[in-house]
């Protein structure tokens, strides 16, 4: 059972572009909103994450926005730059547990100059 | 920084084998998570452990076992080798909650297994 959906699987952007990545959730019990990145031959590095009672969370150019009635949020990347082509992961996790997260699927982002 | 290493980077084991991958933190960190990555599949979690020798499964323990004797050490045990088990393993470990606070992740750089 996939609990965070995760798209798309793969996305190409032009350098300056903006880069969008959805995802969706169906557990209302997830109060937290991490987004993961990983470059190749590394392991995921938490990037940026959200709580439910914000709509949206600016770092630099990384922006998670965030609609809980829908039960959707996002990950913009602005001015996308050859460096940020990685792996993105979404995930959702219960802060009242042991921590344990559940992931998306992943997006791979090409990012070409 | 807080590091997680894993013992090794590639594993060529065959079927039927026993198999151990060892995972270290060094940040005393009470949460340790061992992983796998499929490509469409995302991470799957196999088992977590929240202190030394307690552990819970995760979403697909089928198939394996893991042991934490130590704090540092969270090893995962293939009972015996199956094609069907390889994949990317990575490790991770984070602190323990404390409310309102939720503690990231950290990863190692993952195990790459294959099984022939």
């Known amino acids: 059972q996939q609990q965070v959906k995760q798209s798309p699987q793969s996305l190409i952007v032009q350098k300056g572009g903006i880069s969008i990545i959805n995802c969706a959730y169906e557990?209302?019990?997830?109060?937290?909103f991490p987004w993961y990145q990983q470059f190749p031959g590394k392991g995921p590095a938490l990037l940026i994450a959200i709580r439910p009672d914000v709509s949206e969370k600016k770092e630099g150019r990384f922006t998670i926005s965030f609609n809980k009635s829908a039960k959707q949020f996002s990950l913009h990347i602005m001015d996308s730059q050859p460096g940020d082509s990685a792996t993105y992961f979404c995930a959702a996790s219960n802060s009242g547990g042991y921590q344990k997260v559940t992931f998306g699927t992943g997006t791979k982002l090409q990012v070409i100059p | 920084d807080v590091k997680v290493t894993q013992s090794s980077r590639y594993l060529v084991k065959r079927t039927g084998e026993k198999v151990f991958l060892e995972c270290v933190q060094d940040?005393?960190?009470?949460?340790m998570f061992w992983y796998r990555q499929d490509p469409g599949l995302g991470l799957r979690l196999i088992y977590f452990s929240y202190d030394v020798k307690m552990k819970e499964k995760g979403d697909i323990p089928e198939g394996y076992s893991v042991s934490r004797e130590k704090k540092e050490r969270f090893s995962l045990i293939l009972e015996s080798a199956s094609t069907n088990q390889t994949s990317m393993y990575l490790c991770?470990?984070?602190?323990?909650?404390?409310?309102?606070?939720?503690?990231?992740?950290?990863f190692g750089p993952g195990t790459r297994l294959t099984v022939t």
């Open positions: 991770a470990s984070s602190l323990q909650s404390r409310l309102p606070f939720f503690y990231e992740q950290y």
């Open positions: 940040m005393d960190h009470e949460n």
């Open positions: 557990n209302t019990a997830f109060d937290y």
